[in-house]
C-alpha cells in the first residue's frame, strides 16, 4: 500500500524559508511525477512545483525564483525548498506521487506571519 509522508511545515515570518519533505513507500518504483500542491482557506488545490524522474521541472509561475524541488530518486522523496516566503504563501501544502495512480499525502500547514 503506498504511503506519503510529509514534514517540514511550520510557522515562519515573511522572508523566511522551510524545507518540506515527502517520502513515499510502497511501492519499489520510482514514481514518474512527485510534486506539491497547496489549498489555502477558501481556495481551490493548485500546484506549487512539480518534477519528473528524469528531473524535468515545472513550478507555478507564483513561486518560480523562490522555490525549489527536488527528488532522490534512490529515497523516492521530493523536497521543496522555500525561501522569501510571503503571506500568501500561506496554505496546506500537500505531496502527490504518481505512478499508474496518484497518491496524495495528508498535508502539512505552512503559515507565514507578517
Known amino acids: 500500500q503506498v504511503r506519503l509522508v510529509e514534514s517540514g511545515g511550520g510557522l515562519v515570518q515573511t522572508g523566511g524559508s522551510l524545507r518540506l519533505s515527502c517520502a513515499a513507500s510502497?511501492?519499489?518504483?520510482?514514481?514518474?511525477?512527485m510534486g506539491w500542491y497547496r489549498q489555502a482557506p477558501g481556495k481551490q488545490r493548485e500546484l506549487v512545483a512539480d518534477i519528473t524522474s528524469g528531473g524535468n521541472t515545472n513550478y507555478a509561475d507564483s513561486v518560480k525564483g523562490r522555490f525549489t524541488i527536488s527528488r532522490d530518486n534512490a529515497k523516492n522523496t521530493v523536497y521543496l525548498q522555500m525561501n522569501s516566503l510571503k503571506p500568501e504563501d500561506t496554505a496546506v501544502y500537500y505531496c502527490r506521487a504518481v505512478w499508474r495512480l496518484r497518491y496524495w499525502g495528508q498535508g502539512t500547514q505552512v503559515t507565514v506571519s507578517s
Open positions: 510502497g511501492n519499489n518504483d520510482s514514481p514518474n511525477t
